[in-house]
């Protein structure tokens, strides 16, 4: 199966500021990467898919890149509720699809 | 708006069973593949199983495959996953999740979850 990595572990971050994450996988999966959003209590919230297209209603202050086995969600001018778990995802090869073990950015 | 409602928390000891279900609202149920994923503090995020639209082509994880059966009945929008032969490992909080489609097989909606714990 595909292996998934994401990081940093841990993200710490001042609203305002831009934030980076970084999710590698560990073969070549094209653009098939989505990435999600899970705050506590919540479930996960679909952000993007194929790598950088973001989903209707998703503010543009996220954005998604990167093809082959590099990609980053980028956060631009962070706000109180961007601070959560992000979690990528490749549908490349499934079953299984895999996940990033997630990456907590939190406030600084 | 799309609504996915998983079963309630439960408790079983090892090697027992138990049918988590899914009931889903505001949209078409059976025009969309959908999925179980389970959650754990240490492990994150697992897809277990997924069933295509019609409930004639399933999936399993390696982990749980001959031990878990997902299904559907889509006369009353609802999802299933059979669990048997638990495991401690096991242990989990299940979602259940909507496949966007097609070949592309991720996740547009989630439910909140229900949490299985597997002890003795």
């Known amino acids: 199966e595909i292996v998934m990595t994401q990081s940093p572990a841990t993200l710490s971050v001042s609203p305002g500021e831009r934030a980076t994450l970084s999710c590698r996988a560990s073969?070549?999966?094209?653009?098939?990467l989505a990435w999600y959003q899970q705050k506590p209590g919540q479930a996960p919230r679909l952000l993007t898919y194929?790598?950088?297209t973001r989903v209707a209603g998703i503010p543009d202050r996220f954005t998604g890149r990167g093809s082959g086995t590099e990609f980053t969600l980028t956060i631009s001018s962070l706000q109180s509720e961007d601070f959560a778990v992000y979690y990528c995802?490749?549908?490349?090869?499934?079953?299984?699809?895999?996940f990033g073990q997630g990456t907590k950015l939190e406030i600084k | 708006e799309v609504q996915l409602v998983e079963s309630g928390e439960t408790v079983v000891r090892p090697g027992g069973s138990l049918r988590l279900s899914c009931v889903a609202s505001?949209?078409?149920?059976?025009?969309?593949?959908m999925s179980w994923v389970r959650q754990t503090p240490g492990k994150g995020l697992e897809w277990v199983s997924g069933?295509?639209?019609?409930?004639?082509?399933?999936a399993y994880a390696d982990s749980v495959k001959g031990r878990f059966t997902i299904s559907r009945d889509n006369a009353k929008n609802s999802l299933y996953l059979q669990l048997n032969r638990l495991r401690p490992e096991d242990t989990a909080l299940y979602h259940c999740?909507?496949?966007?489609?097609?070949?592309?097989?991720?996740?547009?909606?989630w439910g909140q979850g229900a949490l299985v714990t597997v002890s003795s």
């Open positions: 999740a909507r496949v966007y489609g097609g070949s592309f097989y991720y996740f547009d909606s």
């Open positions: 069933i295509n639209w019609n409930g004639g082509s399933t």
């Open positions: 194929g790598a950088s």
């Open positions: 073969e070549n999966i094209g653009d098939n």
């Open positions: 505001g949209f078409i149920f059976d025009n969309y593949d």
């Open positions: 995802q490749q549908y490349y090869k499934w079953p299984p699809c895999t």
